[in-house]
């Protein structure tokens, strides 16, 4: 069976963290290892769940380097042969690594990812199309999915799917591919970094599969929302790493026409919500100077 590699990034996110790690601990296999890398949470919790959960490999980062380069430290760390990256707010379900280990086996070079629950048991969607012409908004893609007659509710039937791509909440990927696309691309601090993986590992012939017989749950927001500072960066990161990866994928009048609509959608969006929102207010004028994070 598979040796796994499992490599969590933190910044602040003890009360869910301490949550998936006992998750992970409660599935009873051998043969795997915890690595956490502290995004610089700089308070001290760092010690206390050092000393605690002294059985996980734990990485400082003097600074919040984002979740790629974090994600990429822990890959360099890790000594087995597959890696689980998991969000600090994700809590595993029961048997969830064992099931895990059997499909690795069934399906080898790809990257495998399970279904999810919200915090109130509801399943949620973590995966998706590739971002383009009939994507770039959650309109647009609901226009589209009305038109070929697609329920994402369906989805939830199957036994597994084969989507574009998969969230890096629960990513598992073997080293030696890893190794082989360059790792998570640290041009993206956060956000979009999934989609541009599995872009690059399609291309060089790798499946991407959700598997809807396991799951876990995620506690989504918990560890981007903190409170409205860091709501803001994470919000203003998604904007930028959407360009970011429109930049990477796209070229010639493809390229300026997707980043058009990508652009000009949210900037409709915030004006229209701006009266009600201060986020919104302070999304437009980040996306209007240059993406800048305006402190409170």
Not at 122 to 136: D, Q, R, V
Not at 164 to 176: R, T
Not at 250 to 268: A, E, M, Q, V, W
């Amino acid at each position: 069976m598979p040796e796994l590699s499992i490599i969590i990034v933190n910044y602040k996110s003890w009360s869910v963290l301490e949550k998936c790690i006992e998750s992970i601990s409660s599935q009873n296999i051998s043969n795997n290892e915890i690595i956490i890398v502290d995004n610089n949470s700089d308070d001290s919790l760092v010690k206390e769940y050092k000393i605690k959960y002294n059985k996980c490999k734990w990485i400082i980062n003097d600074k919040n380097l984002g979740f790629s380069k974090a994600c990429n430290i822990g890959a360099k760390a890790a000594k087995y042969e597959h890696f689980v990256f998991l969000n600090p707010d994700t809590e595993l379900g029961t048997n969830c690594l064992i099931q895990l280990k059997s499909h690795i086996i069934n399906h080898p070079n790809s990257i495998i990812s399970i279904s999810q629950l919200d915090s109130y048991g509801n399943k949620t969607f973590p995966y998706g199309k590739f971002l383009s012409i009939k994507t770039f908004n959650g309109i647009i893609r609901f226009l589209f999915r009305f038109l070929k007659f697609e329920s994402r509710l369906e989805d939830h039937t199957k036994p597994l799917l084969k989507p574009d791509w998969v969230s890096g909440s629960f990513f598992s990927i073997d080293k030696k591919n890893f190794n082989k696309l360059g790792g998570w691309d640290e041009d993206y601090w956060m956000y979009y970094e999934d989609m541009d993986l599995c872009k690059r590992a399609k291309n060089i012939g790798m499946e991407i599969i959700l598997i809807n017989s396991i799951s876990c749950t995620h506690h989504h927001g918990k560890s981007s929302r903190i409170n409205q500072k860091i709501t803001l960066k994470t919000k203003t990161q998604l904007l930028k790493s959407g360009i970011i990866f429109i930049d990477k994928h796209y070229d010639g009048f493809s390229k300026k026409i997707l980043k058009f609509l990508f652009i000009s959608s949210r900037i409709i969006e915030y004006v229209l919500l701006s009266p009600f929102s201060k986020l919104k207010r302070l999304l437009l004028y980040n996306l209007i100077f240059n993406f800048r994070v305006k402190e409170f």
